[in-house]
């Protein structure tokens, strides 16, 4: 398969845009592109509506190739003629190619609109309409099928942009005033205008508008010698990208040159680094699509050096190169019911060991809610072990804290053999600097001998006694703890206390990178457990920047992400941030009959379960073809799953009729080499033939023995006409057989069987 892709790499990059043709050499223009997008519970739709005028002398034939959005399928298709709209119909492509070289030919009548929508490729389809004539226009519509990501309570969907000597695509919203088009807000009826380089490519100094740059900030004190770079990337051909990565020192390091020469779908791979000058500052990662006939997205990638590594999770559509324009826009939809979550599931199970799942998860923007009347006392750890840097670092992500409660009170218990509470009562969280400026004047915050937690713990618990509403405590350790420490002692201890939520805070690594990670294996978890807590690991807390250090702190105010997320009792993802979303497209031997997503507010269990939803399923059979899942499908199997999807495929294409159309006297004379078509699977299936199955002639003379309660053996001689019935002749006649025989419809796919005669023995029903 891939030899035939690489002949044509060494062709002009230009099939990627949309582009007009005429067979006639008539001069077509695209007078009109408008697009209509909804996003109902996931997944969205868009209505296209294109308008093509001749401007020649002559009747002549538009030839469209089209871009679809970024796994898009097309679901539907009409032609308008005069003032009314006449709906396609889904069949096998070549049928459909068979019957629309016929009705576009030469012939007696006059000259009615068919138009034919059909596969080019993943992310490519083709268009055809015939006639249009000398100074008319013609009117077409499709419909996509569009899946949806989901980043921060927002669904995003792409588009492609205007081509060269094309209508700009006006793109209306429904339901939605302003949207966001690659990260720019803009009203929700908006034009699509050519692709111009990104300001921060610009800024580097490069002027391709099909470059993704991707940036990453770094701060660290550290110098690594070994530096690694990890890449992930969805795409329906990995082979296509070029990666490279562009240093603090500004030093390039390319990392793949898109060679072409591997077959996988998707990337995942780590690439060492040489002569790295420095890791701190800012990263850059540059992506270039080397070939249009494939998409995709970066869906995070990773610096690491010297023990830590530094995560870049947003994901980013990846441009595709062309040189008449094109490329796709990123338009970002707020959901409405964001503040849900919402787990969706479809399959599609119609042949034997080769079923298809799509798992769609949106996590609500607001997984928890901040109690009004919140509590908080932060047990801080005095130790000498932890020192006055150390003392200062807790107090700092107290401060963050408050940051993200800023209506909360607070409570400071200080603790190293003995635990003391600093203050007579809880004081507004705006009163923290100057408490603590006080604590230090007192020399309250110097560090002494001894690192009893457990004291801390039981001075906090007598402190939060008296008070009602949402009660938390931060218990803050270096998790040097004496010898005779017994963390079930304390658990017992802590038992009782009502609702009361309690965080263990593990600082270390002050002067390292800042990270606040969760610890499920810490010696300390159960304190945590037992009262829906968490137990953390924070690091670089001296050289963390303000913001993020508040960022990060929120996870400890409330719960704001789904931790250890399983579905159906298998890991999948170690997090789902709220307002964030997963898409799963899966081909497998058996697909569950429903799923179950399973995780933790911090310890709190967690879980959402869906059962298939047949608007998902029918999508979901229309996206393994723009999934580039299709390809382990036989041809048979790939016109089942399509004509479920309502999809064009490779073997299937929408054919728009309007009534009374018959080769015309302005018709086209084809030549026997020109023509068009599809095969199975990408390129290689251009010189296949379609096999549909074989009607089942047993089975039918089976079921009208039972119908008609035959007694004693019966031939029949069925002559077809592809699906008609044209003659029926019975050995002994029997009313119903005739009768029962003359009702069959036989399927489309007989269309391709030709004129033959079937001989049907008809057994009693006894037998």
């Not at 209505?47 to 002398?57: C, E």
């Not at 960022?551 to 719960?559: F, G, I, N």
């Not at 084809?670 to 599809?678: E, K, V, Y």
């Not at 592809?722 to 009702?743: F, H």
């Amino acid at each position: 398969m891939r030899i035939v892709v690489l002949l044509l790499c060494s062709l002009p990059l230009t099939t990627i845009a949309d582009s007009l043709r005429s067979t006639r050499n008539q001069r077509l223009t695209e007078v009109s592109h408008r697009v209509s997008i909804s996003v109902v519970n996931g997944l969205a739709t868009a209505t296209v509506q294109r308008t093509f005028k001749n401007h020649g002398k002559k009747t002549d034939e538009a030839t469209l190739d089209i871009v679809l959005p970024s796994g898009a399928v097309a679901t539907g298709l009409r032609i308008k003629g005069k003032n009314q709209w006449f709906k396609g119909e889904l069949m096998h492509a070549r049928k459909a190619e068979e019957l629309y070289r016929e009705l576009t030919g030469l012939g007696p009548s006059r000259p009615m609109d068919p138009a034919l929508l059909y596969w080019e490729w993943t992310d490519q389809l083709a268009l055809r309409v015939f006639p249009i004539f000398s100074g008319k226009t013609s009117t077409i519509e499709y419909t996509l099928t569009i899946p949806t990501e989901y980043e921060d309570g927002q669904y995003l969907v792409s588009y492609p942009r205007q081509s060269k000597g094309l209508a700009k695509p006006k793109v209306g919203v429904k339901g939605h005033r302003t949207v966001v088009v690659d990260d720019s807000i803009v009203n929700g009826n908006f034009l699509l205008s050519q692709k111009k380089p990104s300001k921060l490519a610009t800024k580097l100094g490069f002027s391709d508008p099909y470059l993704l740059v991707v940036p990453m900030q770094v701060s660290t004190t550290k110098q690594a010698k070994n530096v690694s770079v990890r890449v992930q990337a969805k795409h329906t051909w990995a082979s296509d990208l070029e990666l490279t990565v562009i240093d603090p020192a500004g030093d390039q390091h390319s990392l793949s040159e898109g060679d072409m020469t591997s077959d996988d779908n998707d990337l995942d791979q780590t690439f060492e680094l040489q002569d790295v000058k420095s890791v701190n500052g800012r990263w850059h990662l540059l992506v270039r699509d080397n070939h249009p006939w494939d998409s995709g997205t970066i869906e995070e990638w990773t610096v690491k050096f010297a023990g830590t590594k530094r995560t870049h999770k947003k994901k980013y559509y990846i441009p595709q190169p062309s040189e008449g324009g094109g490329s796709r826009a990123t338009i970002k939809i707020a959901n409405k019911r964001s503040k849900y979550s919402n787990l969706r599931f479809g399959k599609v199970d119609l042949v034997e060991n080769k079923h298809f799942q799509r798992i769609e998860f949106d996590a609500s923007s607001e997984l928890s809610k901040l109690a009004r009347k919140h509590r908080v006392v932060f047990v801080i750890d005095r130790s000498r072990t932890m020192k006055q840097e150390g003392v200062d670092a807790q107090l700092r992500l107290a401060k963050a804290y408050l940051a993200n409660a800023p209506k909360a009170q607070f409570e400071i218990v200080l603790y190293d053999r003995r635990a003391i509470a600093t203050s007579d009562s809880f004081l507004a969280a705006n009163q923290f600097d100057a408490h603590v400026k006080s604590l230090r004047k007192s020399g309250k915050l110097v560090p002494a001998n001894g690192s009893f937690l457990d004291r801390g713990l039981n001075k906090a618990k007598r402190v939060l006694a008296r008070e009602i509403g949402s009660r938390h405590i931060v218990a803050f350790t270096d998790n040097r703890l004496r010898t005779r420490w017994k963390t079930a002692k304390v658990t017992q201890a802590l038992r009782g206390m009502g609702g009361v939520v309690v965080h263990v805070a593990q600082v270390g690594g002050l002067q390292s990178d800042f990270a606040i990670t969760r610890n499920d294996k810490h010696r300390l978890y159960s304190l945590s457990t037992l009262t829906g807590g968490v137990v953390v690991n924070v690091d670089g807390l001296s050289l963390a920047r303000t913001t993020h250090l508040n960022d990060e702190a929120e996870y400890l105010v409330r719960p704001n992400r789904i931790d250890n997320v399983l579905f159906n009792g298998k890991r999948q993802e170690d997090s789902i941030s709220e307002g964030q979303g997963i898409r799963k497209m899966e081909a497998l031997k058996q697909a569950d009959n429903e799923v179950r997503l399973s995780g933790q507010l911090w310890t709190r269990e967690v879980s959402f379960s869906a059962k298939e939803e047949e608007r998902l399923n029918v999508a979901t059979a229309g996206f393994v073809f723009s999934h580039d899942l299709y390809e382990p499908l036989t041809d048979a199997e790939k016109f089942v799953v399509a004509m479920y999807g309502k999809a064009v495929s490779p073997v299937t294409s929408y054919l728009a009729v309007e009534p009374g159309v018959r080769p015309s006297t302005d018709g086209i004379l084809r030549g026997s080499g020109s023509g068009f078509g599809a095969g199975g699977g990408r390129l290689s299936g251009l010189g296949g033939r379609f096999s549909p199955p074989p009607f089942d002639w047993k089975k039918l003379a089976r079921r009208i023995s039972k119908r008609c309660g035959v007694t004693k053996r019966t031939k029949a001689i069925v002559e077809t006409n592809d699906t008609e019935i044209a003659d029926v002749r019975l050995v002994s006649e029997t009313g119903c057989i005739s009768t029962e025989l003359w009702k069959v419809m036989l399927p489309s796919h007989t269309m391709f069987q030709g004129d033959k005669e079937h001989e049907l023995e008809i057994l009693p029903v006894s037998r």
